[in-house]
């Protein structure tokens, strides 16, 4: 009865687990760890760990930790390492290994388990954290001490008691920019923070700017409503919203506003559900999707407006066959403030043109989203294989791109999908 309940646990848990032998061949593998490997159940016999993970590039963290035990008897209690699986997919994953002991007699029952856990988007915002803590120890250093030097030659008795005020804000600032440059130096970065708290915090610290620099409250109190406007949290107007009737109206305003473009929106509705949100939300939202997806689309190619439903789920998927996004900015695309292309080359676009970009901000207040209204934000990409590296420029129109001849060879050459997932708490019958 125990070896029963045990295995219904195994077979049910939402972390990875298998086992291995020391000769290196997989004993028991859950479905999460098929899922998450990427390996059918069926695959795996009469198959070793080598011929199944080893001729992935990239993986050789992970497969330190498994061949370790399996090769030196060796296991290590605990290891962060990346993971390629064979259809290009890149995980991070927390791994666990031990041994598993049985009698004597029976050694073909003695090896390793390995229990992993998927941390790919701790790891990318622990990223995207790191970056913008980066960039704020090296970019405010120069200007702030710039600032303060130059604040010594406007002082007079005149202006004794406002200069005091800007000096005391600025040394505040010098406090903060020493502090972050000693966390980046420490590396802490070990808690996911609160996005919505973080928001409120910036709030709190705008009003009381307002009430301690009237001469600026005009422009604090403009800045303080363009936060609160884009990133807007009201949970009060969460009601039952049709799905199908906000991607229609969101197709039709995108169409109109990229009209001087010649992207072709398609939607392939499966589905009409109802979801529990706030129909505003879900609006900015499918706009901001759009929006990136129209913008990183050629001339001459597709975005897809998809809606379907998955076992305990709805998901409404976003996909364009555009350029598509590096693995490196994958990592960091929901941190904010972050462009994949140099800032310059945005300077001159206006919305909807191809490369247009934007602040940075769009998918960082999608997630947020995501956490306040409790759906998924997913997102997997390949970048154009004729343009590999982050300043590789596309033609803009697949006629002008002299590596394809057609929008069907465009599509394979890259693309990006973005899923909004609504699980059944979320949606209504």
Not at 57 to 80: H, M, S, V, W
Not at 146 to 167: A, G, M, Q, Y
Not at 190 to 203: A, G, R, V, W
Not at 402 to 422: D, N
């Amino acid at each position: 009865m125990k070896q029963n309940i045990s295995s219904v646990i195994i077979e049910c848990m939402s972390d990875g687990l298998i086992v291995f032998n020391f000769h290196g061949q997989i004993t028991h593998m859950n479905p999460a760890a098929s899922d998450l490997l990427g390996i059918k159940m069926e695959e795996i016999k009469d198959k070793t760990y080598f011929q199944l993970f080893m001729n992935e590039p990239g993986n050789d963290a992970f497969n330190d930790l498994i061949l370790d035990g399996i090769q030196k008897g060796e296991t290590r209690l605990y290891g962060e390492a990346p993971f390629r699986r064979r259809d290009g997919r890149r995980f991070d994953f927390a791994v666990t290994t031990s041994f598993l002991r049985s009698d004597p007699a029976e050694e073909e029952k003695t090896g390793i388990v390995v229990v992993f856990k998927d941390i790919t988007e701790f790891k990318a915002l622990d990223r995207a954290r790191e970056r913008v803590l980066n960039h704020l120890a090296h970019e405010l250093r120069t200007p702030l001490s710039i600032v303060l030097t130059s604040l010594k030659r406007l002082e007079s008795s005149r202006n004794e008691r406002p200069i005091e005020r800007i000096r005391r804000n600025l040394e505040r600032l010098q406090d903060i920019q020493m502090e972050v440059e000693d966390i980046v130096k420490q590396g802490a970065f070990e808690e996911k923070p609160d996005k919505t708290s973080c928001l409120e915090q910036i709030l709190d610290l705008m009003e009381l700017l307002e009430e301690e620099e009237s001469i600026h409250k005009e422009a604090l109190h403009f800045f303080k409503k363009w936060i609160k406007d884009f990133f807007r949290i009201d949970q009060s107007k969460v009601q039952s919203v049709k799905i199908r009737e906000h991607i229609l109206k969101a197709v039709d305003s995108a169409e109109r506003l990229s009209s001087h473009r010649s992207v072709e929106l398609l939607t392939r509705i499966e589905a009409d559900p109802n979801i529990m949100i706030d129909p505003d939300i879900l609006n900015k939202t499918l706009m901001s999707l759009l929006k990136n997806a129209i913008e990183n689309t050629p001339d001459g190619g597709e975005v897809i407006i998809s809606l379907y439903r998955q076992p305990g789920t709805v998901v409404l998927e976003i996909k364009d066959f555009g350029i598509g996004i590096t693995e490196q900015s994958q990592k960091q695309i929901f941190g904010g403030f972050y462009h994949s292309l140099e800032t310059d080359l945005y300077s001159t676009k206006k919305p909807f043109d191809f490369g247009a970009g934007g602040k940075g901000l769009d998918l960082l207040r999608i997630k947020i989203f995501g956490e306040t209204y409790h759906f998924k934000v997913e997102c997997e990409s390949t970048r154009c294989q004729y343009i590999p590296r982050e300043n590789d420029a596309c033609p803009k129109s697949i006629e002008k791109c002299p590596h394809v001849q057609s929008k069907k060879q465009c599509a394979r050459s890259g693309g990006t999908v973005f899923k909004l997932i609504f699980s059944n708490e979320t949606t209504c019958s």
